[in-house]
């Protein structure tokens, strides 16, 4: 015969993981994966949202960007699993800048294309991306038309405007 006593601590014990874990898991099914990216910081703005025309150029102007209104292109990807040296330096301009594509491996995204008309660029033309999940732009840039260029966040390019 065997014979087993449980204190009443350790019940509680059990208890309180069995619903620690329960709590998680609601959270998680209820918050899906909107719940990873609700709101940012860049640049001291807060929570951009780029799934309409409207609020994408919103967020351009923001950074003081002149476009045409309407993308010149416009790209659905999946963002890669594993970042290559490129990809790793353009997380690092998004990390400048309070975004990090790194969070969103593997998901489905669309990038907009935006021709500049207010850039200071004698070389060419000059571009703004913005990436977009779910509605919320995850990383933003400003890229210009010579390979040779450098691309900016959009902080710094407002930066640049301002002098």
């Known amino acids: 015969m065997f014979i087993c006593s449980v204190r009443a601590s350790t019940v ?25 990216f609700t709101s940012v910081s860049v640049g001291g703005r807060t929570e951009f949202r780029g799934g309409s025309e409207e609020e994408r150029q919103k967020f351009l102007s923001s950074f ?21 040296l490129v990809l790793n330096g353009y997380n690092e301009i998004q990390k400048a800048q309070g975004l990090d594509i790194g969070k ?14 207010n850039a200071k660029d004698e070389a060419g033309e000059t571009y703004a991306d913005i990436i977009v999940w779910r509605g919320y732009i995850i990383a933003a840039d400003i890229t ?16 640049r405007l301002a002098k």
Do not use: H, N, Q
């Open 64 to 84: 003081g960007v002149l476009t045409d209104g309407e993308p010149k292109e416009s790209v659905t990807f999946t963002v890669p699993e594993d970042f290559d």
């Open 12 to 36: 509680r014990f059990f208890a309180v993981i069995a619903l620690t874990v329960a709590v998680t898991v609601a959270l998680l099914i209820a918050g899906g994966e909107r719940s990873v």
């Open 144 to 159: 210009p038309a010579d390979p040779a260029g450098e691309v900016l966040p959009m902080t710094e390019f407002a930066a």
């Open 104 to 117: 969103y491996k593997k998901k489905k995204v669309t990038r907009y294309t935006y021709l500049v008309k």
